[in-house]
């Protein structure tokens, strides 16, 4: 993975100080709370309902140890012991003090790690497939280029002050794991004929109160104008983005009002002057880079294969997590392994410090020293050889960790909702959690199969609600909290935003809504193999709302 | 009070600060720049974000000064205008900061080509005139500003001593 040189070490601790001088001025009253808040946000400061909030970063979702023993000290000293992992691969702390987080700050640089643009109207955190590095389907690792643009985008003098904020994702497979249509920029990794690397950009994506997917403007775009095209694309949308209202001021409506072939015409104009510049990558930049992404020298471990069959047979809950946790590598003799961090009944995304120690000392023993967080609010192991798969699943075991679940329907992606959040309209968790405990039996949920249900206590969607195969959107109707369903969304390869299927749903009812739902696709399902969105799509949506709305005089 | 600031320190006495009815030169906007290009005296223009920096290309040579407008500290589209301005228009002349101008801003303001500041917010003031500007003097993107290039990477930067 990426370490720092000295400019990086240097860098991060100007910026450290840069912000313990904006606190100091903030609480002396020189700078206005109006005038604070960008300038907290960008280095990933909130201020939620009942305390504030930081987000640290987790560069496109790696981790080693020594990161994941330090976030486990700080939720140990700064906060209640916990932290919660975020669908853009971040992890927020739900309690610290403000006057503690420059101290904070100054603990996450000594293992190579900030906040910066976590939050504000500026480039956020770039996130990346969590299996890169490992996947077979992988055309290269994506990471790198994250970490050109990771690099290219900190304090960016042109682009921190943008009508919005702006979400960056790369993927190097055609098996998208990274949701790059729901981002301002998607990047696919690729190759062309000539065996050169290159990018698939798409514009554009956004959830939020107007869900769209994003456009494809390049179908290659050579490495080395990676930052030069991307530069056109921020200098386009700073100067022409909507600014006079903040739901319309994503580039995704400004690729609609303008139209997808003249907005392009306006980038590629502006990227003739760039693309020879000083911004174009040279080959031994990319290299130098790509050379921190070494895969680990993995070990020949072919006697994984025997003993993984024999622990399966004498253990079915071990067979049971290896059916849905883990994933080929692109090594026979090792796997992937996702460590889910969602326990029938749990907070999704939530883990205790001593559970991030645990997930530490583990990476150390059986993963060589890599650890991923994944959009999805679980955590991924991707380098674990065979045969080393059952003492680790005994290990996650004992400390809450071998929940069997991933892609399941207990899998469920949940913000934090009004139990912390201030721009939330509905509780998230006690519905993720209901559901959660609904299905939570392992017969059934295996029965079900995938299925991806997102959860989101606003319109802000950051609960991907709308890419959900069932979502979920906590509403406000004269002070109550009401939840309306969506079906059929997606944020794969074939992604797809959901379509609400009418009427919203009380508290009390909407886990049997689910349910409702989950039964009739049972019902209606070709055949086992048919999995819920396959279903959902050939069948369309009247079936489900005939189950939903039959009985319109009782639910009423 | 609003002062005029540089980097070498705040400006007594600036023409373009001057009220009119005393006799202190005129920023034109933009269409009436273009209509001014005829006369010989020189001029300023005061630019809106939305207007077009491509527009003065014709004019430029005889600009005194551009100044370009916050309308609040939030609207950062002057920092691409500026960018067009120095790198893509080669414009060497004076370039202000008008409007809601706040000491964080300032360095990144000097980045994007930057070099005076119409500042009348006290905090700001105070600081600016101490010459305690909140920036970093690494930088990881070239931008129009006089940077030395800086190591490992091609689109590292570092300040330049003193600059």
Known sequence: MYRYDEFDHAFVAARVSQFRDQVERRLTGEISEDAFKPLRLMNGVYLQLHAYMLRVAVPYGTLDSRQMRKLAHIARTYDRGYGHFTTRQNIQYNWPKLSDIPAILEELAEVEMHAIQTSGNCIRNVTADHFAGAAADEVADPRPYAEILRQWSSVHPEFSFLPRKFKIAVTAAERDRAAIQTHDIGLQLKKNDQGELGFAVWIGGGQGRTPILAKKVRDFLPEADLLSYVTAIMRVYNLHGRRDNKYKARIKILVHETGVEQLSAEIEAEWQHLKDGELKLPEADIAAINAYFEPPKLAPRAEGWGELAAWKKSDPGFADWVGRNVAPHRHPDYAMVTISLKPIGGIPGDASAAQMDAVARLAEEFAHDEIRVTHEQNLVLPHVALADLEPLYRALLADGLATANAGLITDIIACPGLDYCALANARSIPVAQEISNRFGDPARQAEIGDLKIKISGCINACGHHHVGHIGILGVEKKGAELYQISLGGSGDENASIGQITGRGFEPHQITDAIETIVDTYLAQRSSTEETFIECYRRIGADPFKAALYSSEAEAA | ?163
């Open chain 2, 1 to 163: 009070m609003t002062v005029i600031w540089t980097q070498d320190g705040i400006v007594e006495d600036d023409p373009w600060s001057q009220p009119e009815s005393e006799g202190g030169p005129k920023l034109l906007p933009l269409a009436e720049a273009l209509d001014h290009a005829q006369d010989n005296a020189p001029f300023g223009v005061v630019l809106q974000p939305a207007d077009d920096v491509r527009a003065l290309a014709p004019i430029l040579e005889r600009v005194a000064i551009v100044a370009l407008t916050f309308p609040a500290f939030s609207d950062g589209r002057a920092f691409s205008q500026a960018m067009l301005l120095r790198e893509r228009l080669g414009y060497q002349g004076e370039m202000r900061a008008v409007g809601t101008v706040l000491l964080d801003q300032v360095p990144l303001m000097l980045r994007t080509g930057f070099d005076s500041f119409e500042v009348e917010h006290a905090p700001t003031i105070k600081r600016l005139a101490e010459k305690r500007l909140p920036g970093i003097d690494l930088h990881y993107q070239p931008a129009a500003d006089e940077t030395r290039a800086g190591p490992g990477y091609s689109w590292r930067r570092t300040a330049m001593l003193n600059g």
